[in-house]
């Protein structure tokens, strides 16, 4: 049963007269659990709708356009609390005094459908694999991180084994594209492990379509945690060497290369990124996998458009995080210098929050980034680096973009990743000079 929360206007369920605070119990029979149940059951044309108000039962018969929404918006769905104990999980590196959500470890493979959440499945009962076949919750993101049993169980601090490449099997047997992802470690599933696990995983494809090679990221605050170093900047260029090789061997197997490695490992060996064909379709951009690649070329093709948009004189301060810095100096703030009446300073925030290992921009807090640049010339505005607000609009340090703002003196302009925002900054900017 789930908790309708409002009706769309001009919607089916309207006209019937549903009214919100019912609960939606079944649809043709079939009991409704989530959102997911109820888009997946209402698709038929015809439909016998359950809703209970009160004490009361009400069944309506539903003659409709084929997957037309009747207009029903239910409660949000619960995320379901992951049980493993992750050696390098990174929410718990957290540190103590942040609000409660960043403490929460999420393993739903619903969300994983939804929103591209990486799951390990280790949770995944056979009713769970039944429903993703029978509603085709397809993509779904895992982490795989070893097929090795031994080495598994390690840095998932589980203690059974889950039975990972019998599920990967059903699912793929059954028409589920996967995409996986493997967190790497030195030391641990590096090396032979890796072979392994690439050799396992590449026995189910096409479904199972990518594999993300990401480097493992760890905080400043590891206390009583397990054990673990990051690779340094001399040992990355044989871990690029290693995987080309294996991908070398993907490409004349598979016709693809299978294996992508995170952007990170170019840009802390100071290697240089690969042109767009070393990531095929861009499987898992949104795993930092091909990212400033794309970001490089979106640049280049809208640079044109910005030629002409400066009329008059304007300076900015564009924040980043340490890992971004050398390769958007190089590839567009560099370009950008050159346009006419417009000055860029480039500002590489270091993560005292988290600590210097820590690079990746989305992790900066309100609070670094207040106390590295309150001594500067900002110009007229700070550019502030994508997907750096959680999805209730805070930073990590629960930080308002407008006290950042009253803190600095001077606007903030989180970017969206379309460089033609550039445009609408300056015209902004410019209407407001007129203004006053």
Not at 49 to 65: A, F, P, T
Not at 229 to 238: A, G, L, M, Q, S
Not at 246 to 252: E, N, P, Y
Not at 387 to 397: V, Y
Request: aromatic share 10%.
């Amino acid at each position: 049963m789930v908790k309708i929360i409002s009706i769309e206007p001009d919607s089916i369920a309207g006209e019937l007269g549903i009214q919100p605070g019912g609960v939606l119990i079944s649809i043709n029979d079939k009991p409704i659990n989530d959102r997911l149940d109820y888009r997946f059951y209402s698709t038929d044309e015809n439909i016998e709708v359950l809703i209970k108000h009160g004490d009361d039962e009400i069944i309506y018969d539903i003659e409709k356009e084929a997957d037309e929404d009747i207009g029903l918006v239910l409660e949000e769905m619960k995320i379901k609390a992951c049980g493993n104990n992750c050696i390098f999980c990174f929410v718990c590196q957290n540190p103590k005094g942040m609000r409660k959500p960043l403490y929460f470890k999420d393993e739903d493979y619903r969300f994983s459908f939804l929103y591209g959440h990486y799951i390990t499945m280790t949770n995944l009962k056979q009713k769970d694999l039944e429903r993703i076949v029978e509603q085709r919750l397809s993509p779904l993101y895992i982490s795989v991180h070893s097929t090795e049993e031994k080495t598994r169980k390690l840095l998932l601090g589980i203690k059974r084994n889950d039975h990972l490449l019998k599920k990967i099997e059903y699912l793929t047997r059954n028409g589920i594209e996967l995409h996986a992802q493997i967190v790497l470690c030195p030391d641990i599933n590096d090396g032979a492990v890796l072979d392994r696990t690439v050799h396992d995983l590449k026995s189910f494809y096409p479904r199972l379509k990518s594999i993300a090679v990401v480097p493992v990221g760890l905080t400043r605050h590891r206390e009583n945690l397990a054990p673990l170093r990051i690779y340094t900047p001399e040992e990355i260029p044989d871990i690029i060497a290693h995987t080309n090789q294996i991908r070398a061997g993907l490409k004349k197997e598979l016709g693809l290369y299978f294996v992508y490695l995170a952007d990170e490992f170019f840009i802390k060996s100071q290697t240089a990124l690969p042109a767009s064909s070393y990531y095929d379709d861009f499987y898992q951009i949104e795993n930092g996998v091909g990212e400033f690649r794309q970001m490089i070329e979106n640049f280049n093709q809208e640079l044109p458009f910005l030629w002409d948009c400066f009329k008059e004189k304007i300076r900015i301060t564009w924040v980043t995080g340490m890992l971004a810095k050398r390769p958007l100096e190089e590839h567009i703030i560099n370009p950008l210098r050159k346009i006419g009446n417009f000055e860029i300073d480039l500002i590489a925030v270091k993560n005292d929050f988290y600590g210097p290992s820590v690079e990746v921009s989305g992790l900066l807090t309100a609070d670094d980034i207040l106390n590295q640049l309150k001594y500067r010339d900002l110009g007229q505005i700070v550019l502030l680096p994508p997907r750096i607000l959680n999805n209730d609009g805070l930073f990590l340090d629960d930080w308002t973009t407008a006290y950042l703002v009253q803190k600095l003196g001077v606007p903030v302009h989180v970017f969206k990743e379309s460089f033609t925002e550039l445009k609408n900054i300056a015209e902004t900017l410019r209407s407001a000079k007129i203004a006053v």
